[in-house]
């Protein structure tokens, strides 16, 4: 049984939840998902974690009272062969997690760097990870009208081959800024770098919970398994 604990910071949780489950469900594994709201539930038992899109000024400053960010990033580094996914405002705090502390993805983040929410879009991403395919699986969704979102309409791409597009669904979308990267690309939109993986932490500035390809939160649980059986 692999426990992942999703940061109930603010933001897209819910997505991430259901995407998990799904990517659970296509690899036959086990899953305990443990939603981190303050720093006691942030324990050593995690084997992976996610942090998910949303505002990273908000996120700072809602966790100040729980110090659930600094919780999360000491378990960061007290684990660095556990994967960590960061998705957007997730990817930005990884990037930038603050003063006292070393970047855990090597590489400069400009926030809003596409622009304001009007600037929001939806374009293939080609990745470049090793993820591993799964077997389709219907997972039951989520009621999703609790949350008031709209879910997209789009295929589950459960056996999909490592060199097909990802649907990337980018929503007030920080940018890499190619200069000041030191760790590897995996997801490209044309030239422009729009992923990337710090030994294993993943930051990505797109959404993937909010697709039916989960294609990421696989690589996550497979990665977590792996870590798992080493130890
Ligand atoms: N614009 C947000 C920020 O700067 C990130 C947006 C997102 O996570 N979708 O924190």
Same mark, same amino acid.
């Given at each position: 049984?692999?426990?992942?604990?999703?940061?109930?910071?603010?933001?897209?949780?819910?997505?991430?939840?259901?995407?998990?489950?799904?990517?659970?469900?296509?690899?036959?594994?086990?899953?305990?998902?443990?939603?981190?709201?303050?720093?006691?539930?942030?324990?050593? =038992?995690? !084997?992976?974690?996610?942090?998910?899109?949303? &505002?990273?000024?908000?996120?700072?400053?809602? %966790?100040?009272? /729980?110090?659930?960010?600094?919780?999360?990033?000491?378990?960061?580094?007290?684990?660095?062969?556990?994967?960590?996914?960061?998705?957007?405002?997730?990817?930005?705090?990884?990037?930038?997690?603050?003063?006292?502390?070393?970047?855990?993805?090597?590489?400069?983040?400009?926030?809003?760097?596409?622009?304001?929410?009007?600037?929001?879009?939806?374009?293939?991403?080609?990745?470049?990870?090793?993820?591993?395919?799964?077997?389709?699986?219907?997972?039951?969704?989520? =009621?999703? !009208?609790?949350?008031?979102?709209?879910?997209? &309409?789009?295929?589950?791409?459960?056996?999909? %081959?490592?060199? /097909?597009?990802?649907?990337?669904?980018?929503?007030?979308?920080?940018?890499?800024?190619?200069?000041?990267?030191?760790?590897?690309?995996?997801?490209?939109?044309?030239?422009?770098?729009?992923?990337?993986?710090?030994?294993?932490?993943?930051?990505?500035?797109?959404?993937?919970?909010?697709?039916?390809?989960?294609?990421?939160?696989?690589?996550?649980?497979?990665?977590?398994?792996?870590?798992?059986?080493?130890?």
């Amino acid at each position: 049984m692999l426990s992942v604990g999703l940061a109930m910071l603010q933001g897209a949780r819910h997505e991430h939840a259901e995407a998990l489950r799904g990517a659970a469900g296509e690899l036959g594994l086990e899953l305990n998902i443990v939603e981190c709201r303050r720093a006691s539930h942030v324990s050593s =038992d995690l !084997d992976a974690l996610i942090l998910p899109g949303g &505002e990273s000024t908000t996120m700072r400053i809602a %966790s100040q009272h /729980e110090s659930l960010l600094e919780a999360l990033f000491d378990w960061m580094n007290n684990h660095p062969s556990r994967p960590v996914l960061g998705t957007c405002a997730g990817a930005i705090l990884m990037a930038s997690p603050g003063e006292e502390r070393a970047p855990f993805l090597q590489a400069s983040i400009e926030r809003n760097g596409w622009g304001r929410q009007r600037q929001s879009f939806e374009s293939t991403v080609d990745v470049i990870l090793d993820t591993p395919q799964g077997d389709a699986c219907d997972v039951a969704p989520a =009621d999703r !009208d609790m949350f008031a979102h709209q879910p997209l &309409e789009m295929q589950s791409q459960a056996a999909q %081959s490592v060199n /097909e597009g990802f649907p990337g669904v980018f929503i007030r979308a920080p940018r890499f800024v190619a200069d000041g990267l030191s760790c590897t690309p995996v997801a490209m939109l044309g030239d422009e770098i729009v992923g990337v993986l710090d030994g294993m932490r993943l930051g990505l500035t797109f959404h993937p919970e909010l697709t039916l390809d989960r294609r990421f939160h696989r690589w996550l649980l497979s990665q977590a398994q792996h870590t798992k059986e080493g130890q």
